[in-house]
């Protein structure tokens, strides 16, 4: 009963669904297809770590000896769709069944689905068996609740999963979240920071590396972002020695100092490890053990290990729940009405003075990466304040960021960036003027504008437009109860200072789309 076997390009897992009970008459499909590279224009060190690992993991598979369909871009007979080429495969494999693993995003879904009408055999979706919950697990959870908190869903994780548990099954060290302990500014300067990992994965990575780079500047010759230095593991290998190096060297600060951006620090004391845990090279359930068994050997902080566990079995499992619970109608709503088109310089940082912009949007160009704070309160935050047209900014993140699978990148951009789904993931909107970013970098103090002035010359724009953002969206946010001390100063504002504010955010909106 020779059975096909789907693997995606974010399911390089050897545990994944669809190769359960894996026999050696079964072939599997891989397909290196143009139309995901091009579906957004993908940063090159996202394609290249895509197509590189796929090849490495297919790799390994053949030379286990299984058959593996392998598509490659320059095949000549590449339909470049994954419908096409699960289409050809079963016309020429003739297989008695079909099977998929449950995928990233819901376009890919709803073509597998469509599928599913028009192939002559069977098209079976699995349960994508790699997170620690399932989207019915999370519908189960949500449904006939008022407001949907990440903080209550990570406490059922915790306590289904036994992460930082005491044997009593109570949170280890008496709290959930040790979040007040966390979060400081970072005063050392670069040079304190840890450096980058070493990655050593051998010849063959660098062979492969090397062909796909070739084949990624051929066929997707105009995508922002640059292709060298190429910075990430492309196999398990190199993605356990990131984790290892994260454990080490990161881990103990990365609490600390999760918020905190320094000019010049573009992996600060992060992981780094978000392309490997979606694209499958590493597991949630893995990296949240080593984790706490790091702390349990006395290797890293209780306030950092719980911090870093939440983002991973709480974030992460709860962006994922709720994208499934509120997809296709999620990615249309637009709670701000926001249309303004995105200015020139997300594609290129040297056309703007913010500082804080040019080193967010830097390191994305630079690494396809850049860390939670720049993208939530820097770039997003602008974004919301600027009122950035929803679907460009999800689709800009979308294709940026090695890590970008839409089911995590749409609720954190839509959601908790740009608030357009009016508090589903935030209680109120994360807008902040430059003062919050002055407190948490050091950017501000080599810019040209002024954190702490909203008008005249020199005003940071980030200012002026946190108040003409709560202005402008007064009627949408009067009633938000966390927004009350805020939108007091708004009601109360002399109109001179109001006309100020309103004109000069007017002529900086106007200059970005010259
Ligand atoms: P660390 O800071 O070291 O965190 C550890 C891990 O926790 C990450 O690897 C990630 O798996 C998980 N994590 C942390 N925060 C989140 C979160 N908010 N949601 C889900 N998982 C989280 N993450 C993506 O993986 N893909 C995306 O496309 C993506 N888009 C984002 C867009 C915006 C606007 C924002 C604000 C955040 C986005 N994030 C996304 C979440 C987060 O910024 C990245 O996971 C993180 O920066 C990845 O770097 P790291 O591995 O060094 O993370
Ligand atoms: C992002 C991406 C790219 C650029 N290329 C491929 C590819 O050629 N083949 C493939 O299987 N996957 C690719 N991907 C990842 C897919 O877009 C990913 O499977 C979906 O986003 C998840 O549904
Ligand atoms: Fe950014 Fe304003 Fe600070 Fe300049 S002054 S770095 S624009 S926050």
Redesign the pocket.
């Known amino acids: 009963m020779p059975t096909l076997r789907l693997i995606l390009g974010d399911q390089l897992t050897p545990t994944l669904a669809s190769l359960n009970g894996l026999t050696k008459n079964d072939t599997i499909l891989m397909m290196e297809v143009k139309a995901e590279g091009t579906y957004v224009p993908h940063h090159p060190q996202k394609i290249i770590l895509i197509l590189s690992a796929m090849r490495q993991f297919a790799a390994s598979l053949s030379a286990q000896g299984y058959n593996i369909r392998y598509i490659r871009l320059d095949d000549p007979a590449n339909t470049h769709t994954f419908a096409g080429e699960i289409t050809r495969a079963v016309q020429e494999i003739s297989p008695t069944r079909v099977l998929a693993t449950f995928p990233g995003e819901h376009r890919v879904l709803e073509s597998l689905q469509s599928l599913q009408s028009t192939l002559p055999v069977p098209l079976e979706i699995l349960e994508d068996t790699r997170f620690l919950s399932t989207p019915q697990e999370f519908a189960e959870w949500a449904t006939g609740r008022k407001q949907l908190r990440m903080e209550y869903f990570y406490r059922e994780q915790r306590r289904k999963t036994g992460f930082l548990l005491t044997a009593a099954g109570e949170p280890e060290g008496g709290e959930w979240n040790y979040d007040a302990d966390n979060r400081e500014p970072y005063k050392e300067g670069p040079l304190g920071l840890p450096p980058y990992p070493t990655i050593t994965e051998g010849a063959d990575t660098t062979r492969v590396v090397a062909e796909v780079k070739a084949l990624v500047a051929t066929h997707f010759p105009a995508h922002f972002g640059a292709a060298e230095p190429f910075l990430w593991a492309t196999t398990r290998t190199g993605a356990l020695q990131v984790l290892e190096h994260f454990i080490t060297h990161r881990l103990p600060n990365f609490g600390r100092y999760q918020d905190a951006m320094v000019t010049g620090g573009d992996f600060m004391f992060h992981s780094l490890i978000s392309p490997y845990l979606n694209i499958g090279l590493l597991t949630a359930q893995e990296v949240c053990t080593v984790a706490e068994t790091a702390y349990r050997a006395g290797r890293a902080p209780l306030a950092a290990t719980e911090g870093f566990i939440r983002q991973i079995l709480g974030w992460r499992e709860y962006v994922r729940g709720l994208y499934w619970y509120k997809m296709p109608a999620y990615a249309t709503l637009n709670y701000f009405n926001a249309t303004r088109p995105l200015p020139a310089f997300f594609w290129d940082e040297s056309k703007t003075d913010?500082?804080?912009?040019k080193e967010a949007i830097g390191t994305t160009r630079r690494n396809a990466y850049a860390h939670h704070i720049q993208r939530l309160m820097v770039i997003g935050n602008f974004a919301l304040l600027a009122g950035l047209s929803v679907k460009e900014v999800t689709d800009w993140y979308l294709s940026v960021y090695a890590d970008a699978f839409e089911w995590v990148e749409l609720p954190n951009t839509l959601g908790m960036a740009l608030f357009a789904d009016g508090g589903i993931i935030a209680s109120k909107p994360y807008a902040a003027g430059?003062r919050y970013?002055?407190k948490m970098s050091d950017?501000?103090t080599t810019?040209?504008?002024?954190?702490t002035e909203s008008t005249g010359p020199t005003a940071?724009?980030?200012?002026t437009l946190y108040w003409d953002f709560m202005l402008r969206n007064y009627e949408q946010l009067k009633t938000n109860p966390r927004l009350g001390p805020i939108l007091a100063q708004v009601r109360t504002m002399p109109e001179k200072r109001r006309i100020e504010i309103q004109t000069q955010s007017e002529s900086f909106l106007t200059s970005l789309n010259p």
Do not use: K, L
Request: proline share 11%.
């Open positions: 913010m500082h804080c912009m430059g970013i002055h950017y501000c810019c040209r504008y002024n954190p940071c724009p980030f200012s």
